[in-house]
């Protein structure tokens, strides 16, 4: 499902002294299937940016277009229903959200509400938990006992049950070590690969966006300032330095690299091991000289 | 989601009400809520409301603020309007709907109460406007305080208080939080049938109520573990400052008293 944002503003609490511009003219389009990252800092307009793609938030002015369905300031209610069943919301720290007595009936909610064959999806559950990293032996458990990783991961497979063809990510690794950010992560690309929703990462890391998205869009103060392909984007070193904005240490020395030796990386996804492969070839090819 | 409630609710600005001290303030609602009984003549009624309007001009609130957030009142004081209109039976009879009479009695008790809860709650939320939670509590500590001779705890109370209020804002962004986590899962919270808006409410207490509890035990460990242990001998960052404004309003306001006073029948 193709997302479009045209002319997209959004205020919030309108008519008050509290009265804040958090999106300002926004244009934006995300492909089908396709992974494309929001990076900004905290209150550029991240979060309130994707939550107009499931209706929770609704635009001031301007239409977001998901699928063949139009949301406008007057939008039916039915009619967000109808697209928010598309759509699958990991909010940062997901596991405050868990609230049934067993891990099973909680994974169940999302389905049961967005009207889907339950007696089906129930049957796929085991294998989802796998998906996550989890054993199956967990469905009995309450959510309330299991250890803080567990829950999150519980919390994910709760919105992956309804297998969304939109899948929006806020932050999903937030308050997590390096470690479980990692594997948080791959989760999602597996998961991406396998199912191939339209997925939307917001993060204020790079790194994340660097290795997962193919394409990126900038945000500060209420409006998109850059967007493009993550090469493109690392390009302008000193515009993200502005914007609190730190290139991957990765692509920082690759960059560097290739500055001192001449070399020209094909993308700045390479693994140490396979940069340097590529750069021994390089010189073996005579293509740089050796330094 | 609750941009429409006011009460309780603190608006940052410069105004002479803001610049008193939440004392004052407090002892000045305190009067007026009692005078505001006493009063029974449109006289009275006339000067209370002259002074609501000078208030109103001292406190640099926007007119559009107050509308909204008196909004929900208008419902309770129709609504006793009524009620006396209805039930009261004395005086002469002013006219009849079918088989309702209204008598003159009933229509004059009917605006008074509604006038006296229109003005009770108007100059209570401009005392929450104008003061910030933290100088009201201080305030109210102080104020308490000459009862800890009869075993009263005003120092706990008031810090009780101030964590109470301190979170709302915290539990109210947890609460829209959950709810839109839960709404992004399907839930319905405002349509469907009664079972699915009870899960919807359900999907939503737990969460709140599980980290509620989880916050406060962080909170009691973190206040211990900075030495916490009551008010006794604790000095404050913050000092209440008694300033002319305060005394100049203080006898305004027993003057205003002594002249109802005079108005009554």
Same mark, same amino acid.
């Given at each position: ?13 309108? !008519? ?33 940016l ?33 697209v ?33 064959d339950?007696?089906e999806?129930? !049957? ?6 796998q ?17 803080g ?9 709760g ?6 063809e939109?899948?929006?990510l ?15 992560l ?14 939307i ?23 998109? !300032?850059m ?22 240490e ?27 492969d590529?750069w ?12 | ?17 803001h ?21 029974n ?8 409301? @002259? ?32 009620l006396?209109?209805f ?9 009849s709907?079918g ?10 008790q ?34 308490f ?22 979170f709302?804002p915290?539990?109210?962004q947890?609460?829209e ?34 980290r ?12 211990? @573990?900075?030495?916490?242990n ?8 913050r ?18 008293g ?8």
């Open positions: 499902m193709d997302v479009n944002f045209q002319n997209v503003s959004h205020v919030y609490m309108k !008519k008050t002294p509290f009265e804040t511009l958090a999106l300002k003219n926004i244009n934006a389009c995300f492909r089908s299937s396709s992974v494309t990252a929001v990076i900004g800092r905290t209150g550029s307009g991240k979060s309130t994707v939550q107009h793609i499931n209706g929770l938030l609704k635009p001031s002015a301007g239409v977001v277009t998901v699928g063949g369905h139009r949301l406008e300031a007057r939008t039916k209610r039915k009619m967000v229903k109808t928010r069943s598309h759509v699958g919301m990991v909010f940062q720290y997901p596991e405050h959200q868990l609230f049934e007595e067993t891990v099973e009936k909680d994974l169940l909610f999302g389905p049961k509400n967005k009207g889907m339950v007696a999806i129930q !049957k796929k559950l085991p294998e989802l938990l998906q996550v990293g989890l054993s199956e032996t967990l469905l009995e458990r309450s959510p309330f006992e299991l250890s990783g567990q829950m999150r991961r519980v919390a994910i497979a919105v992956l049950a309804t297998n969304p939109i899948l929006i806020d932050e999903p690794t937030a308050g997590l070590d390096p470690q479980g950010q990692k594997e948080i791959e989760l999602f690309m597996n998961w991406q690969r396998a199912y191939q929703p339209t997925t990462m917001i993060t204020h890391q790079m790194e994340e966006a660097a290795a997962f998205a193919e394409y990126m869009y900038v945000m500060e103060d209420a409006e998109i !300032k967007q493009g392909e993550p090469e493109a984007i690392y390009a302008q070193r000193e515009k993200l330095q502005e914007m609190d904005l730190d290139i991957p990765q692509v920082q020395v690759l960059q560097q690299i290739e500055r001192d030796s001449g070399i020209r990386f094909p993308h700045y996804k390479l693994s140490p091991a396979e940069a340097a590529y021994e070839h390089a010189v073996q090819n005579g293509d740089v000289p050796y330094v | 989601m609750f941009e429409n409630v006011i009460i309780g609710q603190y608006l940052p600005g410069r105004s002479f009400l610049h008193m001290d939440p004392r004052a303030k407090i002892a000045a609602v305190l009067f007026l809520i009692i005078v505001i009984f006493l009063v003549s449109w006289n009275g009624y006339a000067l209370f409301g @002259a002074a609501a309007i000078a208030v109103y001009f001292l406190s640099g609130v926007p007119f559009r603020y107050i509308r909204k957030g008196m909004f929900p009142v208008f419902i309770l004081v129709i609504l006793t309007f009524f006396h209109a039930f009261t039976r004395e005086g002469d009879i002013l006219f709907v088989v309702f009479s209204f008598y003159e009695e009933g229509i004059r009917g605006l008074f109460i509604s006038l006296r809860l229109l003005l009770l709650v108007y100059f209570t939320s401009l005392l929450t406007l104008t003061t910030s939670p933290i100088d009201l509590t201080d305030a109210l500590e102080q104020m305080s000459p009862l800890e001779r009869f075993k009263f705890p005003a120092y706990d109370v008031a810090m009780m208080m101030s964590i109470a209020i301190r709302i915290t539990l109210l947890e609460t939080k959950i709810i839109k986590a839960q709404t992004a899962r399907g839930a319905d919270f405002n349509k469907g049938s009664m079972r699915d808006r009870m899960q919807a409410f359900v999907s939503l207490l737990v969460p709140l109520f599980v509620a509890f989880r916050r406060a035990e962080d909170l009691a460990y973190a206040m211990e @573990a900075r030495g916490y009551g008010g006794e001998g604790r000095t404050k960052l000092l209440l400052v008694w300033g002319w404004r305060d005394t100049l309003c203080c006898v305004l306001i027993a003057a205003f002594v002249v109802l006073l005079f108005l009554r029948q």
